[in-house]
């Protein structure tokens, strides 16, 4: 599927908005938190540009926009951010992405109903297609999210449940309103933690802290997530979009090549030895000495001046 082209929607098929996750209220629409005036004023598709995209200033922002679904993400939804993210890594004009929704929730988690409607009807169950259903999808987003070049930042405006909890914590910045919260849902649907999940949970918090989360189901404020690392900043409602997009600008005048490999190492560490991880922090730094923007953030220093970063 070959993504939009900067500042466009992205019309993905869905089925009406009506088909929420299970249990997530609908929302009334309202702008995503940093998205651009180019994201939001996108004509609708006869069945809603459900996933928006712009890039503007260096800041590709990717909106989620099922409002009255509670943003709950369909196969061709996730299809379309995973293409988006892939584009952002490969575009030397983005700097950095924003991850957005509109609506009182930042996202409910997958869609299931097509998967109740499944059972519903008694379809036969196949060994191993559940595994991969859930390996090239929820799982395949999340990987974009930790594998894109470029810094992502999550900007939770309500609620986050399952996939969408992931989605955040998978991004490298996690901005939250004071009315936020997280959840993950997966048991209260009689469901095993997917998404990447038992990957991300135990390395951000610890497994006891994350084994409470994940058998309980219990709602996380922004503030606990806060103290227990999982979010950057908790800020009132109304200061969520302007503390994202200071974020998002100062990141957009990075070095962004410095930001990448640095992503990388962070994000691999923890699977690695102590050997190894010296190892790939050395090529990093030798791979980084031959940029411009190495060049330019010393002769900066030695003369004293702010340095004018290219991101590479």
Request: net charge negative; charged share 15%; hydrophobic share 50%.
């Given at each position: 599927?070959?993504?939009?082209?900067?500042?466009?929607?992205?019309?993905?098929?869905?089925?009406?908005?009506?088909?929420?996750?299970?249990?997530?209220?609908?929302?009334?629409?309202?702008?995503?938190?940093?998205?651009?005036?180019?994201?939001?004023?996108?004509?609708?598709?006869?069945?809603?540009?459900?996933?928006?995209?712009?890039?503007?200033?260096?800041?590709?922002?990717?909106?989620?926009?099922r409002p009255d679904a509670a943003n709950a993400i369909q196969p061709a939804m996730r299809d379309v951010i995973?293409?988006?993210?892939?584009?952002?890594?490969?575009?030397?004009?983005?700097?950095?992405?924003?991850?957005?929704?509109?609506?009182?929730?930042?996202?409910?988690?997958?869609?299931?109903?097509?998967?109740?409607?499944?059972r519903a009807q008694g379809a036969e169950k196949r060994v191993t297609d559940a595994m991969r259903r859930i390996?090239?999808?929820?799982?395949?987003?999340?990987?974009?999210?930790?594998?894109?070049?470029?810094?992502?930042?999550?900007?939770?405006?309500?609620?986050?449940?399952?996939?969408?909890?992931?989605?955040?914590?998978?991004?490298?910045?996690?901005?939250?309103?004071?009315?936020?919260?997280?959840?993950?849902?997966?048991?209260?649907?009689?469901?095993?933690?997917?998404?990447?999940?038992?990957?991300?949970?135990p390395r951000r918090i610890g497994m006891q802290r994350a084994k409470e989360l994940a058998f309980f189901g219990?709602?996380?404020?922004?503030?606990?997530?806060?103290?227990?690392?999982?979010?950057?900043?908790?800020?009132?409602?109304?200061?969520?979009?302007?503390?994202?997009?200071?974020?998002?600008?100062?990141?957009?005048?990075?070095?962004?090549?410095?930001?990448?490999?640095?992503?990388?190492?962070?994000?691999?560490?923890?699977?690695?030895?102590?050997?190894?991880?010296?190892?790939?922090?050395?090529?990093?730094?030798?791979?980084?000495?031959?940029?411009?923007?190495?060049?330019?953030?010393?002769?900066?220093?030695?003369?004293?001046?702010?340095?004018?970063?290219?991101?590479?």
């Open positions: 599927m070959s993504a939009p082209a900067p500042g466009s929607a992205a019309t993905v098929p869905a089925a009406a908005d009506a088909t929420a996750s299970p249990g997530a209220p609908g929302a009334a629409t309202t702008p995503a938190p940093g998205a651009s005036a180019q994201a939001t004023s996108a004509q609708a598709g006869p069945l809603g540009n459900t996933v928006l995209h712009s890039v503007e200033g260096g800041i590709a922002t990717i909106t989620l926009n995973i293409e988006l993210l892939a584009q952002a890594d490969a575009d030397p004009e983005v700097r950095v992405v924003v991850l957005a929704s509109n609506g009182r929730h930042f996202c409910s988690g997958a869609d299931v109903t097509g998967i109740a409607a499944s390996m090239t999808g929820a799982q395949r987003l999340v990987s974009s999210v930790l594998d894109c070049g470029k810094p992502v930042i999550a900007v939770v405006q309500g609620p986050a449940a399952g996939l969408g909890a992931h989605l955040a914590y998978a991004s490298d910045l996690v901005v939250a309103a004071d009315n936020a919260f997280f959840v993950e849902s997966f048991v209260l649907r009689g469901l095993v933690v997917d998404a990447g999940g038992a990957y991300l949970l219990e709602k996380l404020p922004a503030a606990e997530a806060l103290t227990l690392g999982l979010v950057n900043r908790v800020v009132p409602a109304e200061e969520l979009a302007a503390t994202a997009a200071g974020l998002a600008e100062r990141l957009a005048g990075a070095a962004t090549s410095a930001i990448a490999l640095t992503k990388r190492l962070f994000n691999e560490s923890p699977d690695v030895d102590r050997a190894a991880a010296f190892l790939a922090e050395g090529m990093a730094q030798e791979l980084q000495s031959h940029a411009h923007d190495s060049t330019e953030g010393v002769t900066a220093f030695v003369q004293r001046r702010s340095p004018e970063y290219r991101g590479y």
